[in-house]
């Protein structure tokens, strides 16, 4: 499959081995994955970071496996999910540095299309968080606004 903004093709994803069984070596319980995940949470960890903590940290190779729910599924249930998913709050945070940087270097014309770009891909985030149930039908992305959503 080809980059969104290039011709290249890139690299072939990697895959995740097939899991028939749970780790004979881990020695934690679903519950109590759950419970690391609410803890981390409540730290002001975001989803991919408590992911990457519970792997490198406790040595918990998959949550979704391991419980049966993704760490967003977990978050949800117990009521503690951020306004903006956090890919689309990346993206906005990724725009209001372009708009600086361009604000100062207003001849900077690789970065007007970098920002273009990111917008593009920010409106088509949007368009299917929108359809998925996951925005509000009534958010719209506003230059103006995107500092209020980005904590």
Avoid: C
Wanted: glycine share 6%.
């Amino acid at each position: 499959m080809a980059r969104m903004h290039s011709g290249a093709k890139g690299k072939a994803g990697s895959l995740k081995p097939d899991h028939k069984t749970k780790p004979t070596w881990l020695r934690y319980s679903e519950k109590e994955i759950e419970m690391l995940v609410l803890k981390l949470a409540k730290e002001g960890l975001k989803p991919s970071q408590i992911g990457l903590h519970l792997r490198d940290s406790y040595g918990i190779p998959d949550v979704e496996f391991l419980t049966g729910k993704k760490i967003t599924e977990l978050l949800t249930e117990k009521g503690i999910k951020g306004k903006v998913p956090e890919d689309l709050q990346a993206l906005l945070k990724r725009t209001i540095a372009i708009r600086k940087h361009v604000e100062t270097n207003k001849h900077d014309n690789t970065a007007k299309r970098g920002l273009v770009l990111t917008e593009s891909k920010i409106r088509r985030l949007v368009k299917y968080y929108k359809k998925a149930d996951m925005l509000p039908k009534d958010w719209a992305y506003t230059a103006e606004n995107i500092r209020l959503y980005v904590e």
